[in-house]
């Protein structure tokens, strides 16, 4: 139905910057939003940076003002841009498609930030 790709995690200094992609594939039915989610070890997945389905964004208080989402409609990709990354933004981060009945995730990408 919908396949979801993250990728652009690594390894970062603290400080340091990573852009997030995120490639949706597939048939895409009615509305839908896209998001990025976080899920650190022992945590629960928690939201980062999503568009809502008035076509504003909305952040996590954490990465207001560090992070960006974005995209390109025509290819059906949301971007997370993230700078000035501080260790506790280490975590697994998923990629959401939203269809308001129906969600598809990503398999994650890691984002590691050394202090």
């Known amino acids: 139905q919908v396949q979801v790709v993250e990728s652009g995690g690594g390894l970062v200094q603290s400080g340091g910057s990573l852009r997030l992609s995120c490639a949706a594939s597939?048939?895409?039915?009615?509305?839908?939003?896209m998001g990025w989610y976080r899920q650190a070890p022992g945590k629960q997945r928690e939201l980062v940076a999503r568009?809502?389905?008035?076509?504003?964004?909305r952040y996590a208080d954490s990465v207001k003002g560090r992070f960006t989402i974005s995209r390109d409609n025509a290819k059906n990709t949301v971007y997370l841009q993230m700078n000035s990354l501080k260790p506790e933004d280490t975590a697994v981060y998923y990629c959401n498609v939203d269809f308001v009945w129906i969600d598809y995730w990503g398999q994650g990408t890691q984002v590691t930030v050394s202090s």
């Open positions: 568009f809502t389905s008035g076509g504003n964004t």
């Open positions: 597939g048939t895409f039915f009615s509305t839908y939003t």
